[in-house]
């Protein structure tokens, strides 16, 4: 048995077929059909059905595939610091991010992380504040950036404390006013972030025991914005995403102390793999 099989098998079971996880991984899918059935052939068992509608993992498959994670990131840290010993700093990183995040702080963050560190290659993952815990807590992510609280079981870092506006469109009746009651929203048509985005803003409603008139749901900030600005409702948003916006939309503070905040997360602290520990202290330092 060898790294080869185990990166393959977790390639397929990513991409979802034979074919994808070929161009992924630049093979063909004779190859990445004959790894995946030595590793079966190797250890007695079946992995995964392979039918017309696709791949499915067999309960086997799902209980190993922890184990085959484990033993690659483990493969990385040590690689990673017989580099480190050898004066080089190297590795890949996988980094979990949200929208707002990856437009305003990782754009800047990455140039000056390349320029330091050239051998170092950060992969990002994209998704909601629910994927981006569940990438780190599984090992898919080395770390990532979080909406606070979180999982109980990831070591976190506090970054920053944003606050949650108002958006309006641009001749709405509230425009006049230089703050917004939450309570004001209670008969508006509401554009919610969608489920895994809308912990903040759902909190709000709480609070004042409110429930909004949620017309849509987006994952997509700028397709809020953009919903916001035709006038098919008002939405709250965090004070990150509405800098510099090209939107023809009135922003307005809420009547209250309400805010986001965003921090940094891993498994562990101590035990994380060389080229990530340099990452993550890269990060923290340059938005402090």
């Given at each position: 048995m060898n790294l080869f099989k185990y990166k393959v098998f977790l390639s397929v079971i990513e991409a979802g077929s034979f074919t994808k996880a070929g161009e992924l991984l630049n093979l063909t899918q004779s190859a990445i059909s004959h790894?995946?059935?030595?590793?079966?052939?190797?250890?007695?068992?079946?992995?995964?059905?392979?039918?017309?509608?696709?791949?499915?993992?067999?309960?086997?498959?799902?209980?190993?595939?922890?184990?085959?994670?484990?033993?690659?990131?483990?493969?990385?840290?040590?690689?990673?610091?017989?580099?480190?010993?050898?004066?080089?700093e190297i590795g890949t990183v996988k980094i979990g991010t949200f929208s707002s995040v990856s437009i305003h702080w990782l754009p800047g963050i990455i140039q000056k992380f390349n320029e330091k560190f050239p051998l170092i290659e950060l992969k990002l993952l994209d998704g909601n504040y629910r994927d981006i815990e569940n990438w780190i807590a599984s090992g898919e992510a080395d770390f990532g950036f979080v909406n606070l609280p979180t999982l109980e079981v990831l070591e976190v870092l506090p970054l920053k404390k944003e606050r949650m506006l108002c958006v309006l469109p641009s001749n709405h009746v509230l425009r006049e006013q230089a703050t917004i009651r939450v309570d004001q929203l209670r008969n508006e048509s509401f554009i919610m972030p969608a489920s895994g985005c809308d912990t903040d803003v759902r909190s709000i409603f709480s609070q004042h025991n409110l429930v909004p008139k949620i017309k849509y749901e987006l994952e997509d900030d700028h397709a809020i914005m953009a919903m916001v600005q035709n006038g098919l409702g008002v939405s709250i948003l965090p004070e990150m995403m509405l800098v510099q916006n090209p939107y023809e939309i009135c922003i307005r503070?809420?009547?209250?102390?309400?805010?986001?905040?965003?921090?940094?997360?891993?498994?562990?602290?101590?035990?994380?793999?060389?080229?990530?520990?340099?990452?993550?202290?890269?990060?923290?330092?340059?938005i402090n």
């Open positions: 790894a995946v059935s030595a590793l079966e052939h190797e250890l007695g068992l079946t992995l995964l059905i392979r039918g017309r509608s696709g791949i499915q993992m067999t309960s086997n498959g799902e209980r190993l595939m922890k184990h085959f994670k484990e033993i690659i990131q483990m493969n990385e840290r040590l690689y990673q610091e017989v580099a480190l010993i050898k004066g080089l503070p809420l009547d209250g102390p309400y805010f986001r905040a965003v921090g940094i997360a891993t498994t562990s602290l101590k035990n994380m793999a060389p080229a990530a520990k340099k990452c993550m202290d890269f990060i923290i330092e340059w």
